[in-house]
Structure formats: structure tokens, C-alpha cells
């Protein structure tokens, strides 16, 4: 059974920096395309990056050169620079089926619970 647990998040200013965990079990993550999605409330839930198993990367415009994606044996990280009010934000891991990833229209096959990301002004 795959499990993604989310960890990291938590209040901080803005220009400030966190970093976001995601630990996988039940999964072999480097097979496959795994993800940060946000969503806060009354919006649809949003792609901020995204790796595939050859370790390519894609950033939502509004993260680029402030967001950073990257994977280490059985954990997702995101590293978040420059954090913006905007970027507050529910923070989800997820993991895909496919080994490249799919358009984020599509969303991906596994969740995790979340983890609150706040940004103050």
C-alpha cells in the first residue's frame, strides 16, 4: 500500500524559506513521476513541481527560481526560497503511476494528507 506522509510545514515570514519532506513507503518512487501540489481554499488544487523517474523537472510559473523539487531515496523534498504571502497554501506529495509525468490536468494517482504552509506579510 503506498503511503506518502507530508512534513516540513509550519508559519514563517515572508522572504523567509521552508522545506517540505515527503516520506514514501510501499512505493518505488524512483520509478516514477512524483509531485507538490497547494490548494487553498475555494480553488482547485494547483501543480507547483513535479520530477519524473529520469529526474526531470516542472515548476508552476509562480514558483519558478524561488521553488526547488528534488528526491532522495524513499523521500520527496521541496525546497521553498523567497516564500510570498501567496504561497500560503495547504502543500500535498504526490506520486504517479507513470514514469513521466503526466499534465497536471490529469492530477496524479497517490496523495498525501497535507501539510499547512503559512506566509505572513
Known amino acids: 500500500q503506498v503511503q506518502l506522509v507530508e512534513s516540513g510545514g509550519g508559519s514563517v515570514q515572508a522572504g523567509g524559506s521552508l522545506r517540505l519532506s515527503c516520506a514514501a513507503s510501499?512505493?518505488?518512487?524512483?520509478?516514477?513521476?512524483m509531485g507538490w501540489w497547494r490548494q487553498v481554499p475555494g480553488k482547485e488544487r494547483e501543480e507547483v513541481a513535479a520530477?519524473?523517474?529520469?529526474?526531470s523537472t516542472r515548476y508552476a510559473d509562480s514558483v519558478k527560481g524561488r521553488f526547488t523539487i528534488s528526491k532522495a531515496k524513499n523521500t520527496l523534498y521541496l525546497q521553498m526560497n523567497s516564500l510570498k504571502p501567496e504561497d500560503t497554501a495547504m502543500y500535498y506529495c504526490?506520486?504517479?503511476?507513470?514514469?513521466?509525468?503526466?499534465?497536471?490536468?490529469?492530477?496524479?494517482?497517490?496523495w498525501g494528507q497535507g501539510t499547512l504552509v503559512t506566509i505572513s506579510s
Open positions: 520530477i519524473d523517474a529520469e529526474g
Open positions: 510501499g512505493y518505488t518512487y524512483s520509478n516514477n513521476c
Open positions: 504526490a506520486a504517479d503511476f507513470t514514469s513521466r509525468c503526466p499534465d497536471p490536468v490529469y492530477g496524479m494517482d497517490f
